[in-house]
C-alpha cells in the first residue's frame, strides 16, 4: 500500500459546482494535514492547513479530516474558473520532510 | 519582497553534462529544500537543509549534491546528467520546519531536459 493515495483526475466541473478533493494515507503518524495549489508553470502555495480531525473553513474552501479512517478531503463550494488549478495533499509527520499526494488537475469551464 | 528565487527557468543538458541549478531566498529561513516533480509522481524531496553547513538526503537524492554555505542559497548540483533526471525542480523555504502553519514557500521552477 502507498504511504498517500491521490486520484489525479483530471477532474473537470462547471462554474458554481461543488468540488470534492480527496486523499487517503496509511502512515499513522502523520500529525499535520495540508492542501497545497498549484497553478500551471508555477510553483505550489499553501492553501489549507489543519492538525486534528473534523472540518475546517477558510471563504469557499472547506478542509476535512478523519484520522480513524485515513482520509482527508477537500471542499470548494461554488467553484469558479480561477479555481482551476492542480490540487495537492500533504502531510508531515513532525520531521524536517512532508509527504505529497500526487495531485488532482482541477479544470473549472465557465 | 522577492521569496525563493530560481534560476535558470529552463535547461537542456546532454547525458552526463554537469550543471548547478541556483536557489536563493530573501526570507531569513534556515529550512531549504529541493523537489522534483515529474508527471504521475508527484513532488519527491530530493535534499534538504535546515541550516548553514547542514543538509541531509530526502526520497530521491542519488545523482546529486547540494551544498549549504550561507543563509540564502542552497544550489544543487547534477554531477552526470542522465535522461532519468529529466523533470521540474522546485526549491523551496521555510523558517524553521515544514508543518502546519509553516509553510513552505516554493521557487516557480526550473525544467530540465537531459538528452
Known amino acids: 500500500q502507498k504511504e498517500v493515495e491521490q486520484d489525479p483526475g483530471p477532474l473537470s466541473v462547471p462554474e458554481g459546482a461543488i468540488v470534492s478533493l480527496n486523499c487517503t494515507y496509511s502512515?499513522?503518524?502523520?500529525?499535520?494535514f495540508m492542501w497545497y495549489r498549484q497553478y500551471s508553470r508555477k510553483g505550489p502555495e499553501l492553501l489549507m492547513y489543519?492538525?486534528?480531525?473534523g472540518n475546517k473553513e477558510d471563504g469557499r474552501f472547506t478542509a476535512q479530516v478523519d484520522k480513524s479512517s485515513k482520509y482527508i478531503s477537500l471542499f470548494i463550494r461554488d467553484s469558479q474558473p480561477s479555481d482551476s488549478a492542480t490540487y495537492l495533499c500533504?502531510?508531515?509527520?513532525?520531521?524536517?520532510?512532508?509527504?505529497f499526494g500526487k495531485g488532482t488537475k482541477l479544470s473549472v469551464i465557465p | 519582497n522577492a521569496g525563493v528565487t530560481q534560476t535558470p527557468k529552463f535547461q537542456v543538458l546532454k547525458t552526463g553534462q554537469s550543471m548547478t541549478l541556483q536557489c536563493a531566498q530573501d526570507?531569513?529561513?534556515?529550512?531549504m529544500s529541493w523537489y522534483r516533480q515529474d508527471p504521475g509522481m508527484g513532488l519527491r524531496l530530493i535534499h534538504y537543509?535546515?541550516?548553514?553547513?547542514?543538509?541531509d538526503q530526502g526520497e530521491v537524492p542519488n545523482g546529486y549534491n547540494v551544498s549549504r554555505s550561507t543563509t540564502e542559497d542552497f544550489p544543487l548540483r547534477l554531477l552526470s546528467a542522465a535522461p532519468s533526471q529529466t523533470s521540474v525542480y522546485f526549491c523551496?523555504?521555510?523558517?524553521?520546519?515544514?508543518?502546519?502553519?509553516?509553510?513552505?514557500?516554493f521557487g516557480s521552477g526550473t525544467q530540465l531536459s537531459v538528452l
Open positions: 523551496a523555504s521555510t523558517k524553521d520546519r515544514p508543518a502546519g502553519n509553516e509553510k513552505l514557500f
Open positions: 502512515n499513522s503518524a502523520f500529525q499535520y
Open positions: 489543519t492538525y486534528s480531525s
Open positions: 500533504a502531510f508531515g509527520a513532525g520531521s524536517y520532510q512532508l509527504t
Open positions: 526570507m531569513n529561513h534556515e529550512y
Open positions: 537543509s535546515v541550516g548553514a553547513g547542514i543538509t
